[in-house]
């Protein structure tokens, strides 16, 4: 199923979110490109994009939930994943004073790979709420980012 085709079955807001959710999950699918092709098919003002924004934000957060709850350990992983998060923890256990401005920087900007970052977060412990709360926002920020710079350039 297309991006297109899930604006038309479920329409704008709830294809965003789907998108979101999925692109969290698959790093072959950009949440960033849709959100940048919306924008122009649809004409969106920049102020006008706030539900959108706020829908792919969330659609990130509900993604990546199962990321952060894995590597917490409460769902039971065994085989080559289990040794890929015990790796990521073994990795990232050096930012254990630093994770909520790395979790919240990648959120933004990307970098580290956010994917790899919320996979941390679980795997640091970082509490559930306030890895919400940070990834959440930091997605809005970025999204809203892209949505703006989209409609500013379009005009």
């Known amino acids: 199923m297309t991006a297109d085709q899930l604006v038309a ?9 789907v998108v979101a959710v999925v692109s969290s999950l698959v790093p072959l699918v950009s949440i960033d490109l849709f959100l940048i092709g919306i924008t122009l ?3 969106t003002a920049p102020g006008a994009g706030v ?3 706020l829908l792919a ?3 990130q957060v509900v993604g990546k939930l199962p990321v952060y ?9 065994s085989g080559r994943q289990r040794a890929r998060i015990e790796r990521v923890r073994a990795w990232v256990a050096r930012w254990q004073r630093s994770r909520h401005v790395v979790l919240g920087s990648s959120a933004v900007l990307g970098l580290p790979p956010f994917s790899i970052i919320s996979t941390a977060a679980g ?3 970082i509490e559930l709420r306030i890895f919400c709360v940070i990834v959440f926002g930091g997605r809005a ?3 809203a980012c892209v949505v703006a710079a989209t409609s500013l350039a379009r005009t």
């Open 9 to 17: 079955d479920f329409g704008i807001y709830a294809g965003t979110f």
């Open 51 to 53: 539900p959108i924004v």
């Open 123 to 125: 795997a640091l412990a």
């Open 57 to 59: 934000a969330a659609g």
């Open 69 to 77: 709850f894995a590597a917490r350990g409460v769902t039971a992983i």
């Open 141 to 143: 920020l970025r999204f």
């Open 41 to 43: 098919a649809t004409g």
